[in-house]
């Protein structure tokens, strides 16, 4: 069974710190890792994301790095704010089925003021 | 404006009935998906299509229909509903191709009693 693994479940930080949320997968085909940004009551929507031929995607306060070899992979969120409170999906596509999209449990990020 | 609607946004059904969502998109994509969200479990997918007449089976069929009677429609069919089956059900849709963006609706939520 092809599986993403998020962690933590949940984090905590202050307004101004940098969150760093976590994502491993198992699958070596997969080598199209989107991030999905989810409020609560609303769809998830595309934040970010990166193909494994790149180590770093970056967009404003959003960056990703990934690391092929471990299969790991995170996204650092700098000068958090409390808008930035919502659940946070890694996801994960390979050239096999590209038309599947394997998401993480996510992770349950709240900025406190 | 939002590209892709859900109805209801809100459904309560008796167990053994029959009970149907609708989703339609204004992208123009020819892949839509049916997700359902629980807490622990993340984003599953149901059932998907690569555009009008076809419709797949995703990681977890068992107990949903699926009719994908034109480009912009897309239904979701509980033809017996469980209380298992309650949840929060997402459609998106996506362009065909290799692992373009999801797009998602807002959910529906989906109790079983």
């Known amino acids: 069974q092809q599986q993403v693994r998020q962690s933590p479940q949940s984090l905590t930080v202050w307004e101004g710190e940098t969150a760093i949320l976590n994502c491993s997968y198992e699958?070596?085909?997969?080598?199209?890792f989107p991030w999905y940004q989810q409020f609560p009551g609303e769809g998830p929507a595309l934040l970010i994301s990166?193909?494994?031929?790149?180590d770093k995607k970056e967009d404003g306060r959003f960056t990703i790095f990934f690391n092929k070899r471990e299969k790991k992979l995170s996204l650092h969120i700098t000068d958090s704010q409390p808008g930035d409170s919502a659940t946070y999906f890694c996801?994960?596509?390979?050239?096999?089925?590209?038309?599947?999209?394997?998401f993480g449990k996510g992770t349950h990020l709240h900025v406190l003021p | 404006e939002a590209a892709v609607t859900q109805s209801p946004r809100n459904k309560v059904a008796v167990t053994g009935g029959k009970v149907t969502l609708s989703c339609n998109q204004t992208?123009?994509?020819?892949?839509m998906y049916w997700y359902r969200q629980d807490t622990g479990h993340g984003l599953r997918l149901i059932h998907y299509s690569y555009g009008a007449g076809s419709t797949e089976k995703g990681d977890i069929p068992d107990g949903y229909k699926a009719s994908r009677p034109s480009q912009e429609n897309f239904s979701l069919i509980l033809e017996l509903a469980t209380p298992s089956q309650t949840s929060v059900y997402f459609c998106a849709s996506g362009d065909a191709g290799t692992q373009d963006t999801q797009y998602f609706g807002p959910g529906t939520r989906l109790l079983v009693l």
């Open positions: 699958d070596s085909t997969f080598n199209y």
């Open positions: 990166i193909r494994s031929v790149s």
């Open positions: 992208n123009n994509h020819n892949n």
């Open positions: 996801a994960a596509s390979g050239s096999t089925n590209a038309y599947k999209v394997i």
